[in-house]
């Protein structure tokens, strides 16, 4: 079973701090996914890694895949209120090729 | 509208009732999932389809059924709700590789009583 561990579990910042958020695993994965749910919607795409050692910009947020492909970090630089969500890391891989959720971090900004 | 429609958005029910949550999709996408997503827990994998005639199991599927009806249709039953199937319930699709990102539906919060 590949598991999926993104810490802190909660974050609560002020408008305008930056943030890491992690993603780590001991398996490999093919790619690997960010999400953000906003409440009662259901999680939307931010991005997709594929090469270990990729970082991907959006915005003022940037995504890194390891070197080994076991783990992701998304930073977020001068936080907004509207970053407030639940971001959702998911790994991509294994036999039946399906997505593996980690649990999420629910980050809130405050004003 | 959007690319993924789940119906009902709310639903409160009977211990014991049977109840079925429909999903449908514009995307022309083959796969499509059912997760539950319960606090502290994350979004877990109770059946994926990856067309009309693959059926499987997730992590989670005791107590669940789902049907195929189309590429676009994709429904979840339980067949006698019980309280601890109390949940958010979300429907998503990919394409054939998977490996691109899911599009998921608003979800269903279902109660059972």
């Known amino acids: ?111 | 509208d959007a690319d993924v429609t789940q119906t009902p958005r709310n639903r409160i029910t009977k211990t014991g009732k049977r109840i079925m949550l429909e999903c449908s999709q514009t995307k022309g996408h083959d796969r499509m999932y059912w997760y539950r997503q319960d606090p502290g827990l994350g979004l877990r994998l109770i059946y994926y389809s990856f067309d009309v005639k693959d059926i499987n199991k997730g992590e989670i599927s005791d107590g669940y059924s789902v049907s195929r009806q189309a590429q676009a249709k994709f429904s979840l039953s339980l067949e006698s709700a019980i309280p601890n199937q109390t949940a958010l319930y979300f429907c998503a699709t990919s394409d054939s590789t998977g490996s691109y990102g899911y599009t998921f539906g608003s979800g269903t919060r279902l109660t059972v009583v």
């Not at chain 1, 910042?13 to 943030?19: C, K, P, T, V």
């Not at chain 1, 919607?41 to 895949?65: D, S």
Request: hydrophobic content about 30%; glycine content about 12%.
């Open chain 1, 1 to 111: 079973t590949q598991l999926l561990e993104q810490s802190p579990q909660f974050l609560s910042i002020q408008e305008g701090e930056n943030l890491t958020v992690y993603c780590n695993s001991s398996s490999v994965f093919s790619s690997l996914q960010w999400y953000r749910q906003e409440p009662g919607e259901g999680p939307v795409l931010l991005v997709t890694v594929v090469t270990g050692g990729e970082v991907k910009k959006l915005k003022r947020l940037t995504f890194q895949f390891g070197d080994a492909r076991k783990d992701s970090s998304l930073h977020i630089t001068a936080a907004q209120t509207g970053d407030t969500g639940l971001y959702l890391c998911a790994g991509f891989g294994g036999s039946n090729y399906k997505l593996t959720f980690g649990k999420g971090t629910l980050l809130t900004v405050n004003p």
